[in-house]
């Protein structure tokens, strides 16, 4: 069975920095179109950043210059590293495969001071 275990997620200060962790097992990240999504309550999911088999990344406006996406291929992980992260940053991060609807549980990502 596929499974996608994220983690990394805490509570951080304003300006502060995460490293989020999307662990893959019985499939190969670097073979499919990997992304990270985040959905605050009451709102829409929004697709946060994304990385394509050949490397080509994508990043939601609200996050550019800030967040980046990367992947391990040894590992079968990707990573979202988060800098100066704000408090409207605050909800939970789920990694996907997308065009196979395969989710991880979820890590909360909390940012308060």
């Known amino acids: 069975q596929v499974q996608l275990v994220e983690s990394g997620g805490g509570l951080v200060q304003p300006g502060g920095s995460l490293r989020l962790s999307c662990a893959a097992s019985?499939?190969?990240?670097?073979?499919?179109?990997m992304a990270w999504y985040r959905q605050a309550p009451g709102q829409q999911r929004e697709l946060v950043a994304s990385?394509?088999?050949?490397?080509?990344?994508n990043y939601a406006d609200s996050v550019k210059g800030r967040f980046s996406i990367s992947r391990d291929n040894v590992k079968n992980t990707v990573y979202l590293q988060m800098n100066s992260l704000k408090p409207g940053d605050t909800t939970v991060y789920s990694c996907?495969?997308?065009?196979?609807?395969?989710w991880g549980q979820g890590t909360q990502v909390t940012v308060s001071s």
């Open positions: 996907k495969v997308n065009g196979k609807g395969i």
């Open positions: 990385i394509t088999p050949t490397g080509i990344t």
């Open positions: 019985r499939i190969i990240p670097r073979l499919y179109h």
